[in-house]
């Protein structure tokens, strides 16, 4: 049971390049997350899937879009990279939106805009 | 819009004394509280959660934390720290099934 697995674990982008964040879990959860981790800022939530086929703006969305493609598997995608989001992206899972459930995060991808 | 205020960025302490981490929240309705932690080079794992009950909760690793509606406010303590407990710790508030986070609180624990 490998939970929540992102890749990759580090990336170096140019400014204006483009990338996708892989993020999949195994244990059958209907919703999904992507955070972004900044110095003094905690996780701030970019987007959410309530469940599969659904996908909710976050609190900092812009710059960003994402594709749940099917129930395991939340990607994040950046279409023309900016130094700003230079980050720790955190992905997340947990059984349902709602109610007082656990999300159980992956272990990150540290990604670097030049 | 909710917010979550760690009042501590950061605290020094040594091996054996006491901690607590403040934790304060802006949501006035029914929420649920969680505080997770981030050991170097790890991703968050969960350290304890309220949902109702009991304000008291206990969570691993002997860290228990108290949930005061009246203050909005839900404190981590540990009676006495060590060396391992070295990490980043959020509080973080979910309300409409999303979780809004603190900006963290870095405890670095001296041997």
């Known amino acids: 049971n490998a939970g929540v697995t992102q890749t990759p674990k580090f990336q170096v982008l140019k400014t204006g390049q483009s990338m996708t964040l892989q993020c999949a879990q195994d244990m059958n959860h209907n919703s999904m997350y992507w955070y972004r981790q900044d110095p003094g800022m905690g996780l701030r939530l970019i987007y959410y899937s309530a469940s599969e086929g659904t996908t909710d703006k976050g609190e900092v969305p812009n710059g960003y879009n994402v594709s749940r493609l099917n129930k395991r598997e939340f990607s994040l995608r950046l279409e023309s990279a900016a130094p700003s989001q230079t980050s720790v992206y955190f992905c997340?899972?947990?059984?349902?939106?709602?109610?007082?459930?656990?999300?159980?995060f992956g272990p990150g991808t540290r990604l670097t805009v030049l | 819009a909710q917010s979550v205020s760690q009042h501590n960025h950061h605290v020094i302490l040594s091996e054996a004394a006491s901690l607590e981490l403040g934790c304060n929240y802006s949501y006035g309705g029914t929420v649920n509280l969680f505080w997770y932690v981030q050991y170097p080079g790890q991703h968050l794992q969960l350290l304890l959660k309220?949902?109702?009950?009991?304000?008291l909760v206990k969570g691993i690793k002997g860290f228990e934390a108290e949930f005061i509606k009246s203050k909005f406010s839900f404190n981590l303590r540990k009676p006495s720290v060590q060396w391992s407990d070295t990490a980043e710790y959020f509080c973080?508030?979910?309300?409409?099934?999303?979780?809004?986070f603190g900006q963290g609180t870095t405890l670095q624990v001296k041997p």
């Open positions: 997340a899972s947990s059984e349902r939106l709602a109610g007082g459930l656990e999300q159980f």
């Open positions: 309220y949902f109702s009950g009991d304000p």
């Open positions: 973080a508030v979910k309300n409409t099934g999303k979780l809004i």
